[in-house]
Nanobody
């Protein structure tokens, strides 16, 4: 069993910053890609940013230059630094990881429970 636990969401004013953290725990052999997605009310869940085990990153156009994804492989943790936030960034943010589970040695996609980010104007 593998779990992803997110933290760091909250309420912030436009122009402010937040840092999200997602820690994976359980029977983990290794983790391939990790990422952050977000879902606003009435909208689909979209990719915000992703990072490979080697550190290669990918960002949605809407967050390029404002958000930075990083990871600590030793801690099985991924971070999302969000700067210059605006009300359009308001959403539930979900962590995602492609985990190789120790018992099976096959990749399994795991999701966190989500953390609310609200940006006030």
């Amino acid at each position: 069993q593998v779990q992803l636990v997110e933290s760091g969401g909250g309420l912030v004013q436009a122009g402010g910053s937040l840092r999200l953290t997602c820690a994976a725990s359980g029977s983990i052999f290794s983790i391939n890609n990790m990422g952050w997605y977000r879902q606003a009310p009435g909208k689909q869940r979209d990719l915000v940013a992703s990072i490979t085990s080697g550190g290669n990153t990918n960002y949605a156009d809407s967050v390029k230059g404002r958000f930075t994804i990083s990871r600590d492989n030793a801690k099985n943790t991924v971070y999302l630094q969000m700067n210059s936030l605006n009300p359009e960034d308001t959403a539930v943010y979900y962590c995602n990881a492609d985990v190789i589970i120790r018992a099976f040695l096959t990749p399994t996609m795991v999701w966190g429970q989500g953390t609310q980010v609200t940006v006030s104007s």
